[in-house]
């Protein structure tokens, strides 16, 4: 399997050891100091708010992470500028970023809010191309594959329905290809050739890695580097890639956590720091 897929039930298993009770949800209070130590922020911390920018000005969808910094991100995000994200168990039912159950959410009743743009799903991926056709199937031929992967599960219907946004951990040639062996999800170019009636929907938001955050506002919607985050050259991110990259004359480093974002990770959200291993 590709090193970078993230399988969701492994990730909805993990997300037990993340989100910790905290005696109820409250707001982000001004002025709270970064942590006792005031340790800069790590690269993992970096990618949490990376992530959870993606969800910025959703309003009142269903937040899909899979992935643990990822979920990190959708947590933040509800806690600091998107308190309208939904946000699931994976099972049956809506819950706060420390876990407290606050609705009824069965599976069945998910279909519908896909469906219906309702959901905005931050998704792994084993391959993406320029256009952000998304593979997670097999490596290799179809007839004769070099790797069996998880099959196509609900890409193409996700990447039609509502927004899409992806996270890779560790950024590499591997993943970004020229040509997925199979798409599962839908990337600009296919979805054009689709026609507007089907494609009226179709929106990959961001791609966040261990190096940058990149989007697909290149020429024809390929990918574009957005930013790179601290310490990363651009010449790091574009060797890391397997085509060419729309690169803008200037790329502005990745916004830093404040020190609110970093005391609710810190603190709140993943006093474990299990968030590091993600990188590793």
Known sequence: ????????????ASLAGVVVAAGGRSAVRPGMAMTESGAAPTRAEVCVVACAEAWRGDGAILAS???????LGARLAQLTFAPGLLLTDGEACLVAPDGVIEGWLPYRSVFTMVASCRRHMMMGAAQLDRFGNRNISCIGDWARPKAQLLGVRGAPG??????????????SPRVFTERADMVCG????????????????????????????LDFGGADHTMRLRSVHPGVPVGEVTAATGFPLSVPAEVPQTRLPTADELALIRGRLDPAGLRDRELA
């Open 1 to 12: 399997m590709s090193e970078t897929f993230t399988d969701p039930d492994s990730w909805f």
């Open 65 to 71: 992470p899979l992935g643990l910094i990822p979920a």
């Open 158 to 171: 996700n990447t039609v329905n509502h927004p899409v946004s992806y996270w890779v951990p560790r950024h």
């Open 186 to 213: 839908v990337g600009y170019d296919r979805a054009a050739a689709l026609g507007p009636d089907a494609a009226r929907f179709h929106e990959l938001r961001a791609v966040v890695t261990n190096l940058a955050v």
